[in-house]
Each structure stands twice: as structure tokens, then as C-alpha cells.
């Protein structure tokens, strides 16, 4: 049977049941969910470690996000958050060359467990090819996989060409590596943009510009939003490096300079004074406010937020209490079923993997039968997807009746039926992450 998009025509199904044969069968008008049943929204902080402490505070902080435990930093919040590394780095820096062996082990566990999920360039001071192997070979051997990279500040092996002043994917460059690193893993790419728009997969107007002004600080927003609103034309013009703004999409297929394609992201921190200004722990509380929060909701957006966890005042010092009340108000609006909040990897995964995903729908008697087939990626290929892939894919079916989701194969797969008004929304569960204990 040939591939098909999630959007099948009536025709697409009629030649689809004729092809198996299947002439008692009626075909069914159903949709995927934009997320996991019952959110409206979805945000991942996607944290860059630059000035950590140290290991005991980057530590501390993943413990709070992840865990309901007690901790320094009061009763965790239950999150799913991830975090970032990088290789070669001054010595006062914390990454994984300039920590001890304790701290090495604490990366790759975390790595496992899926609580850093971000690539952070290989550091200021990886310049060479050599050193990028170098770094490759250390993640290889210990089994470490990571699908997400984001650039760092000016760092040699960065892809950006323009905000970010990399070479690491022009051939010929001491710094080259894209064959190395996309043969890896890697899949997803930041190249330093940064929208100052709340909410992205959704429509940018004059609200959502609005949506950027504070009558506390009316000339420093305003300011803010004029900056933001050249952007998006200049996009809309067609200059290449603000089309993302103008789109408004947290995700894009793109190509590298040396031409391999990527999947690129596009990451948010929609502050009054500039996404760059509100980028730190000190400051992500005057971020993940309740009209932030309650405008992404409505927007149904998604957000990839732009911080730096362990950028804080003073060294000594856990993020402020201003920092834990943001964190803990995140956590309400997951917890009333509003907000999708998850991994960077994972939402990126989400989003691409459900746009991408293949089915049919028949009525079989009382039953809608939904059968999975591949993951047409637009970036890197037809493939059958794994059950990781499934996680959280929802499917609305018009009225009541009984839902089964199955593979192409007939091989049933576990989903939960939420019965509504007049649809049946069938979710298949999501996988929490268990944060290591042994950390």
C-alpha cells in the first residue's frame, strides 16, 4: 500500500480498502491530536549549563525539576526537564572534561535516564576535527546517545552561520565535523534563533505581538516588541536568517552548508526586555508568569524556552525562590491537564513524528480500527516507528463507539479511550522518565 498522509481523503480510503480487500469495512474521518490528550499547550525548558557551579548544583537543580522528593531547594516539583553538556572548556568552567570522575559519571547517567538530551556544541575549545572524534569516541563508548545539538556562544564547532559564527559544517574547516556528528545521532539543531513570540505553531498577528507589551515597563516592551516585529517582516521578505520569526514554527526541515539535512528548532524566551535579558535562573519567574502560561494556553502553542539554569547571582546559592514559585506554577498548569510539559528531545520528537505519521481508519462493526503504519520523515526517511515514537499520540474519532490502534501487522497497541460529547479521543500513554536514583 502506498504511503499516505494523516489527512486521508474519503478516496484515499475507499482505494485503500479495496486494495485489502476489506468490503464490509467503512472508513473513518479521524485526526491525530496536536498533543497528548488532554493538553492545549506544551513547553520544554531547554536550559544551556553555561556557568554552572558545579556538579552539586547542576545536580540539585535536576533533582528539584525531575523528582517529588525533598531536596535542598524544597519538595520537587515532578517535572519532566532536561538539561545540556559540553566537552572542552576553560578550567573554571563546568563540563565534562573540567569535572572530576564523579561528575563524568553523573553526565552519562543522566544521558541514559534521558534527563540531558542536549548536545551544547563541543565547548569552547574543541577547534579541530580531532577534537570532536576525541568527544564522539568518550559519548560512543559508554553508550551515551543524544539527538538534539545546540549552539554555543561563538564556539568553533557551532553550525550557525550568521548569529552564532560557527564552522563545524563547512567542509574544508579546521572545526568541520557534520558527517561525524549527524552520522552519530544528531538530528535536531539550534543555529541561535531566538523568538521573543509566545507560543509557536501558531498564528503571529497583532494579539500576539501585544501579547509582548507591560504596562509595568511600557518604553523597555515596547521597545522589545518593535525589535521583534522587524524581525518577522524582514522574514516575510525573504531574508534568510529571520524566515523562521516570520514562520513561526518551532520546527523545520533545513540543510547544513555542507547540504545534509537537518531537522531545525526554533527556541522562545518571551520577556518584556528581550530574550536574551530573561534567560537565567534570576530571571525565568518573571518568564513563566500566569499571563505567560494562560497566553500559551491559549494560543495552543508550543514553547522551547531559552534559559541557563545555573546562571545565578551568587555561586553559593540555589535559583531563587522567585525561580521555584515559576517551577511550581509550571507544575499546576500540567497538573490541571493544561499544559504538556517534557523534554526538549521528546517534544521535538512529538512534533515531527505526529505531522509525519502514517494510518488508516475503518469501522469494523462497532469497533474504529486505527492502524499505524510508517514515519514518513520529511528530513530523514520512511521508517516503521518505535514505541517510544507512539508515546502520547492521540486520535480523535468521531462519535462514541470502541477504538483500537494496531500496527500494520495486526500487533494491538495499549491505548486509553477518553469519550466526549460527541467524538472518543484515543490516547496511547505517555512514558514518564524515572530519574536515576544511583545520582
Given at each position: 500500500?502506498?504511503?499516505?498522509?494523516?489527512?486521508?481523503?474519503s478516496?484515499?480510503f475507499?482505494?485503500?480498502?479495496?486494495?485489502?480487500?476489506?468490503?464490509?469495512?467503512?472508513?473513518v474521518?479521524?485526526?491525530?491530536?496536536?498533543?497528548?490528550?488532554?493538553?492545549?499547550?506544551?513547553l520544554?525548558?531547554?536550559?544551556?549549563?553555561?556557568?554552572?557551579?558545579d556538579?552539586?548544583?547542576?545536580?540539585?537543580?535536576?533533582?528539584?525539576?525531575?523528582?517529588?522528593?525533598?531536596?535542598?531547594?524544597?519538595?520537587?516539583?515532578?517535572?519532566?526537564?532536561g538539561?545540556?553538556?559540553?566537552?572542552?572548556?576553560?578550567?573554571?568552567?563546568?563540563?565534562?572534561w573540567?569535572?572530576?570522575?564523579?561528575?563524568?559519571?553523573m553526565?552519562?547517567?543522566?544521558?541514559?535516564?534521558?534527563?540531558?538530551d542536549?548536545?551544547?556544541?563541543?565547548?569552547?575549545?574543541?577547534?579541530?576535527?580531532?577534537?570532536?572524534?576525541?568527544?564522539?569516541?568518550?559519548?560512543?563508548?559508554?553508550?551515551?546517545?543524544?539527538?538534539?545539538?545546540?549552539?554555543?556562544?561563538?564556539?568553533?564547532?557551532?553550525?550557525?552561520?550568521?548569529?552564532?559564527?560557527?564552522?563545524?559544517?563547512?567542509?574544508?574547516?579546521?572545526?568541520?565535523?557534520?558527517?561525524?556528528?549527524?552520522?552519530?545521532?544528531?538530528?535536531?539543531?539550534?543555529?541561535?534563533?531566538?523568538?521573543g513570540?509566545?507560543?509557536?505553531?501558531?498564528?503571529?498577528?497583532?494579539?500576539?505581538?501585544?501579547?509582548?507589551?507591560d504596562?509595568?515597563?511600557?518604553?523597555a516592551?515596547?521597545?522589545?516588541?518593535?525589535k521583534?516585529?522587524?524581525?518577522?517582516?524582514?522574514?516575510?521578505?525573504?531574508?534568510?536568517?529571520?524566515?523562521?520569526?516570520?514562520?513561526?514554527?518551532?520546527?523545520?526541515?533545513?540543510k547544513?552548508?555542507?547540504?545534509r539535512?537537518?531537522?531545525?528548532?526554533?527556541?522562545?524566551?518571551?520577556?518584556w526586555?528581550?530574550?536574551?535579558?530573561?534567560?537565567?535562573?534570576?530571571?525565568?519567574?518573571?518568564?513563566?508568569?500566569?499571563?505567560?502560561?494562560?497566553?500559551l494556553?491559549?494560543?495552543?502553542g508550543?514553547?522551547?524556552?531559552?534559559?541557563?539554569?545555573?546562571?545565578?547571582?551568587?555561586?553559593?546559592?540555589?535559583?531563587?525562590?522567585?525561580?521555584?514559585?515559576?517551577?511550581?506554577?509550571?507544575a499546576?498548569?500540567?497538573?490541571?491537564?493544561?499544559?504538556?510539559?517534557?523534554?526538549t528531545?521528546?517534544?521535538?520528537?512529538?512534533?515531527?513524528?505526529?505531522?509525519?505519521?502514517?494510518?488508516r481508519?475503518?469501522?469494523?462493526?462497532?469497533?474504529t480500527?486505527?492502524?499505524?503504519?510508517?514515519?514518513?520523515?520529511?528530513v530523514?526517511?520512511?521508517?516503521?516507528?518505535?514505541?517510544?515514537?507512539?508515546?502520547?499520540?492521540?486520535?480523535?474519532v468521531?462519535?462514541?463507539?470502541?477504538?483500537?490502534?494496531q500496527?500494520?501487522?495486526?500487533?494491538?497497541?495499549a491505548?486509553?479511550?477518553?469519550?466526549?460529547?460527541?467524538?472518543?479521543?484515543?490516547?496511547?500513554?505517555?512514558?514518564?522518565?524515572?530519574?536515576?536514583?544511583?545520582?
Amino acid at each position: 500500500m502506498a504511503k499516505r498522509s494523516a489527512a486521508m481523503t474519503s478516496v484515499d480510503f475507499r482505494h485503500a480498502r479495496a486494495a485489502l480487500g476489506h468490503a464490509t469495512q467503512q472508513p473513518v474521518a479521524v485526526q491525530v491530536r496536536h498533543l497528548p490528550y488532554p493538553y492545549e499547550a506544551a513547553l520544554a525548558i531547554c536550559s544551556d549549563l553555561d556557568l554552572t557551579p558545579d556538579k552539586q548544583a547542576y545536580l540539585a537543580v535536576a533533582r528539584y525539576l525531575n523528582t517529588t522528593a525533598s531536596t535542598a531547594m524544597g519538595p520537587g516539583v515532578g517535572l519532566e526537564v532536561g538539561n545540556s553538556l559540553y566537552f572542552d572548556m576553560p578550567p573554571d568552567q563546568f563540563a565534562y572534561w573540567t569535572t572530576d570522575d564523579a561528575g563524568r559519571e553523573m553526565f552519562r547517567t543522566l544521558i541514559h535516564s534521558g534527563h540531558i538530551d542536549c548536545l551544547h556544541s563541543y565547548g569552547d575549545l574543541a577547534r579541530t576535527r580531532a577534537d570532536v572524534q576525541r568527544n564522539l569516541d568518550e559519548l560512543q563508548r559508554h553508550d551515551c546517545k543524544l539527538s538534539v545539538w545546540v549552539d554555543h556562544s561563538k564556539a568553533p564547532t557551532n553550525f550557525g552561520p550568521d548569529i552564532m559564527q560557527g564552522s563545524g559544517d563547512v567542509v574544508g574547516s579546521a572545526a568541520y565535523h557534520a558527517d561525524l556528528t549527524l552520522a552519530y545521532g544528531i538530528r535536531y539543531v539550534w543555529r541561535g534563533r531566538t523568538t521573543g513570540v509566545n507560543g509557536q505553531n501558531a498564528p503571529i498577528n497583532a494579539k500576539a505581538l501585544g501579547h509582548m507589551l507591560d504596562a509595568r515597563h511600557p518604553i523597555a516592551s515596547t521597545r522589545t516588541m518593535a525589535k521583534e516585529a522587524v524581525k518577522i517582516s524582514l522574514g516575510r521578505s525573504g531574508h534568510p536568517r529571520w524566515e523562521m520569526y516570520a514562520a513561526n514554527d518551532v520546527c523545520r526541515p533545513s540543510k547544513l552548508r555542507d547540504g545534509r539535512p537537518i531537522w531545525e528548532f526554533l527556541r522562545s524566551n518571551p520577556f518584556w526586555n528581550g530574550s536574551g535579558k530573561g534567560d537565567t535562573a534570576d530571571g525565568i519567574g518573571d518568564v513563566l508568569t500566569r499571563r505567560m502560561l494562560d497566553g500559551l494556553v491559549r494560543r495552543r502553542g508550543i514553547c522551547v524556552l531559552y534559559t541557563h539554569l545555573g546562571k545565578v547571582r551568587d555561586r553559593q546559592c540555589p535559583p531563587p525562590e522567585s525561580a521555584r514559585n515559576a517551577f511550581r506554577r509550571l507544575a499546576e498548569y500540567q497538573e490541571r491537564g493544561s499544559v504538556f510539559v517534557t523534554m526538549t528531545q521528546r517534544l521535538l520528537q512529538f512534533m515531527t513524528v505526529r505531522d509525519a505519521l502514517q494510518f488508516r481508519a475503518e469501522r469494523d462493526g462497532d469497533v474504529t480500527v486505527i492502524s499505524i503504519g510508517d514515519v514518513n520523515d520529511a528530513v530523514f526517511g520512511t521508517r516503521p516507528p518505535t514505541d517510544d515514537e507512539l508515546g502520547g499520540m492521540s486520535f480523535i474519532v468521531p462519535g462514541r463507539g470502541a477504538v483500537r490502534i494496531q500496527r500494520e501487522s495486526g500487533e494491538a497497541i495499549a491505548s486509553t479511550p477518553h469519550v466526549g460529547d460527541d467524538s472518543t479521543t484515543a490516547s496511547i500513554p505517555w512514558r514518564r522518565l524515572t530519574f536515576p536514583a544511583s545520582v
